[in-house]
Each structure stands twice: as C-alpha cells, then as structure tokens.
C-alpha cells in the first residue's frame, strides 16, 4: 500500500512540473528554474543565458498532415534536444511548438555557439511520423539572450529571447540570432 501511494504522489508531482506530450520539463517549472539562476547571479557573478526556439512552419505541419503528425514532430524534437544539450542544461516546453532552454555559467556568444549546434542537429535528423510515407523536414529558428545582471527578472530574459527568434524568423528561419546582434544592427 505505501509502495502504491508513494508512487502516485511521485507521479503527481512529476506531471505538475513535465509536459505530457514531450516529457519535457513545463512552463512552469521553467520559470521557477530560471528565477533561481538569476537570482544565483548575485553570489556567483555567473552568467545565465536563455534560448527559445520554435518550429519553422509547424502551423503547415498540422493543417496539411493532421495534429497526430504534428505531435511526433515534437516529441521527436524533444528527444534530439535532450541528447544534444550539455547536462547543466534545462529544456522546457514553453507552449504549442515553442521550447526554451536555461543555460548557467553561459555567455552570449557561448549560448548561440550551443543554439546553431543545435538547430544544425534539427536540420540533419530525420523525421518519419508513423502516417507519412517519407520524412518531413523539420527545421527550428531560435532566439538567445544572456544577462550577468542580478537585477533582471525571468520575465525581461525571456522577453530579449523572444524578440531574438522572431528576428531569427525574420531572417528567414532555420538561424540563429543573438539579441545583443539586433541591438548592433539596429544602430
């Protein structure tokens, strides 16, 4: 009996912070992760970098082959993820095909070195949804930011992350942009 309940609370508790459908961790625990590295900042001086990525015409996806398919994409999508990313590393699912990733004692140009290693790794894998005959092409655009400001709040980190990958999407997808590299082009 305790063996039983035990279990059930351990299942309880890990479906309050993972996503169903991928096993990723959610939005939620993401925010209470990210508030603790920013906090860690201030006793450590380290940087903590943050990319959101999204799925390049994932809409099409869905309206052309069904929700199913769409749904293997992200799954597979969050198994290449998790065997590309360095241990320290927390990947969340932030909502519908969007996913971020909290990278500690991570500076910009590090952050977006791991982001095109990444969205490169995308790009070569190999999709086959079980409904399709042939592979489909999967690519991700994705936005990265870095702060060594202990003052910053997740909020602000991940805003920057965002205004990155839709610069990165406004670039004509499958890239990578740094948010300190908007600020120079814009300048």
């Known amino acids: ?20 459908l991928t096993g990723l961790y959610n939005r939620r625990y993401l925010t209470t992760h990210l508030d603790r590295k920013l906090m ?50 927390l990947v969340a699912r932030y909502g519908g095909e969007e996913f971020v990733i909290v990278m500690p004692e991570t500076r910009g140009e590090q952050a977006k070195e791991i982001a095109e290693r990444l969205r490169g790794c995308v790009a070569e894998a190999t999709f086959q949804p079980d409904a399709l005959n042939e592979p489909l092409p999967v690519t991700i655009s994705i936005g990265a930011a870095a702060t060594s400001d202990p003052e910053e709040m997740a909020e602000d980190i ?14 004509g997808r499958n890239t990578v942009v740094l948010d300190s590299e908007m600020e120079q082009t814009s300048t």
């Open 40 to 89: 860690d900042i201030a006793l450590s001086g380290k940087p903590v970098a943050v990319a959101m990525f999204d799925v390049d015409h994932f809409k099409e996806v869905n309206d052309t082959h069904g929700h199913g398919v769409g749904d293997e994409i992200l799954k597979g999508l969050a198994r290449i993820v998790g065997e590309n990313l360095r241990s320290v590393d």
């Open 158 to 171: 991940l805003n920057r992350a965002d205004e990155a990958l839709y610069a990165a999407k406004n670039q």
């Open 1 to 20: 009996y305790h063996e039983r309940l035990r279990s059930r609370i351990q299942r309880s508790v890990s479906m309050a912070f993972t996503d169903a």
